[in-house]
T-cell receptor, first 111, second 114 residues
Framework: DAKTTQPTSMDCAEGRAANLPCNHS???????VYWYRQIHSQGPQYIIH???NNETNEMASLIITEDRKSSTLILPHATLRDTAVYYC????????????FGAGTTVTVRA | DGGITQSPKYLFRKEGQNVTLSCEQN?????MYWYRQDPGQGLRLIYY???????QKGDIAEGYSVSREKKESFPLTVTSAQKNPTAFYLC?????????????FGDGTRLSIL
């Protein structure tokens, strides 16, 4: 299984873009990159996922490098409600797309 | 409104007692999952089921049991064999191994030992 590496924590100013990095240098060709977040005492919330191409939805954008060894989650205009732990996960079909959660990045949005 | 319902939100267990956590989904998803989360840590997979009447062990199945008699329900029993059951338990579902679609999570059950 590909493993991911994320910074332990980061701060962001309200209204600014938050860029969350993730390294997955051992990722293989059929592994997807997923991003979830977890607000304290709640279940994880799905944000976005991708394979090779950059993806965008109403919550965020996912930028995957051409070699696929790293990715960046972009929250375009961070709000106080975006304060959460963000998890970057890789998963693939032959592993039943099981998710393996690490410790994630604790993001604190400050006013 | 479609989603995953976990109950109860808080549960207390006496030493040596089995307890069952409920998870119900109305998303018509094929696959369901149970995770455990300890304070300050990520989630760890306990059991998962890709189809009714079938389930597989995850990374930390010892001391737990599950059943999948109906598509919409996947109850988890924490047995007395689980020596450190105090944790936050999360249930999830998705379309299963034919799809890369994301898992959707319930709001969790917090289990404590009396």
């Amino acid at each position: 299984d590909a493993k991911t590496t994320q910074p332990t924590s980061m701060d962001c100013a309200e209204g600014r873009a938050a860029n969350l990095p993730c390294n997955h240098s051992t990722i293989s060709g059929n592994e997807y990159v997923y991003w979830y977040r977890q607000i304290h005492s709640q279940g994880p919330q799905y944000i976005i996922h991708g394979l090779k191409n950059n993806e965008t939805n109403e919550m965020a954008s996912l930028i995957i490098t051409e070699d696929r060894k790293s990715s960046t989650l972009i929250l375009p205009h961070a709000t106080l409600r975006d304060t959460a732990v963000y998890y970057c996960i890789v998963s693939y079909r032959s592993n039943d797309y099981k998710l393996s959660f690490g410790a994630g990045t604790t993001v604190t949005v400050r006013a | 409104d479609g989603g995953i319902t976990q109950s109860p939100k808080y549960l207390f267990r006496k030493e040596g007692q089995n307890v069952t956590l409920s998870c119900e989904q109305n998303l018509n998803h094929d696959a369901m999952y149970w995770y455990r989360q300890d304070p300050g840590q990520g989630l760890r997979l306990i059991y998962y089921s890709q189809i009714v009447n079938d389930f597989q062990k995850g990374d930390i199945a010892e001391g737990y049991s599950v059943s999948r008699e109906k598509k919409e329900s996947f109850p988890l029993t924490v047995t007395s064999a689980q020596k450190n059951p105090t944790a936050f338990y999360l249930c999830a579902s998705n379309w299963g191994d034919q799809s890369n679609q994301p898992q959707h999570f319930g709001d969790g059950t917090r289990l404590s030992i009396l």
